[in-house]
């Protein structure tokens, strides 16, 4: 990997002195940013994640300086930046301050502000971007970080408790001012339910969510939900419940649009309980 990166880098280093060189201070800092973000990539690819992080830091920090300097909209560069960060932790195995840090974005995303983000911009009081990519870019996150609890309490279920408190539990009590966040806010419900083994309010509560007309990019909250009913129905020992297994396989399977990696996770289980 390392010697098929190494001659694009080269020559990305001489193309970019030679942009740097015919630019005026201003527009070096843009360029710089964005050659920050670059070389961050290529030393993770790399695998050498400690300065992949030292650079992204530092791509951070200027981008900091030029959101508040009248340059708003790069908020999302410096929310993309921390993105990167939670990466570089799940590739080192840093699960916990991975999800933290997703938590932390959410948060931030969800109420305006957040001290658990790198940077001091995020819990500086001050709104910037526009509600219109704030509303997207929350649902970016939100999705990201509910693929990656599916694919962490899969793995290790003794987690679950943990995954849900480190991610989501800053966020229980969001206002529901949006369409999105209330339906974050009811998924949220639905999952504490199933948490505190309130599985009465826990399947009443699943099975209107399942049946909500919603668009198919929500069927990642709908995925998440069939794991835990699969799981519900193992610690319950709920055999008799052939109905609502048979009518889950057929929504994992065929209905939902999710990666098949993703099905196959949260399928594993249903050969043990179908019969």
């Avoid at 050498?48 to 992080?53: I, P, Q, V, W």
């Avoid at 198919?216 to 835990?228: P, R």
């Amino acid at each position: 990997m390392q010697s098929e990166l190494e001659p694009g880098y080269q020559l990305y280093q001489a193309i970019g002195q030679k942009v740097n060189e015919s630019l005026c201070q201003e527009l070096r800092a843009f360029v710089k940013q964005h050659s920050l973000s670059i070389l961050a990539l290529y030393h993770y690819k790399k695998q050498d994640h400690k300065m992949a992080l030292n650079l992204t830091l530092e791509c951070l920090s200027l981008n900091e300086v030029l959101t508040t300097s009248g340059y708003s909209m790069l908020i999302y560069r410096c929310l993309g930046q921390n993105e990167n960060i939670v990466k570089i932790f799940f590739t080192n195995g840093e699960w916990k301050k991975a999800t933290h840090l997703l938590g932390s974005m959410l948060e931030y995303q969800c109420k305006g502000r957040s001290a658990g983000l790198y940077g001091t911009i995020f819990n500086s009081g001050t709104q910037y971007g526009l509600a219109l990519l704030n509303e997207v870019f929350t649902f970016s996150v939100f999705r990201y970080s509910i693929m990656n609890f599916i694919k962490l309490s899969t793995n290790n279920r003794d987690i679950t408790h943990e995954l849900f408190h480190l991610l989501l539990w800053r966020i229980t009590d969001i206002e529901g001012d949006t369409d999105a966040k209330k339906l974050y806010k009811f998924w949220i419900g639905i999952t504490q339910d199933y948490l505190a083994n309130r599985y009465e309010e826990f399947t009443s509560k699943f099975i209107y969510f399942m049946n909500q007309p919603l668009s198919f990019e929500y069927d990642f909250l709908k995925l998440s939900l069939c794991d835990q009913v699969i799981q519900m129905v193992k610690q319950t020992k709920s055999y008799h419940e052939r109905e609502l297994v048979n009518k889950l396989t057929h929504s994992v399977v065929k209905k939902l649009q999710i990666k098949d990696s993703y099905k196959t996770l949260v399928c594993s289980d249903l050969s043990t309980l179908q019969g």
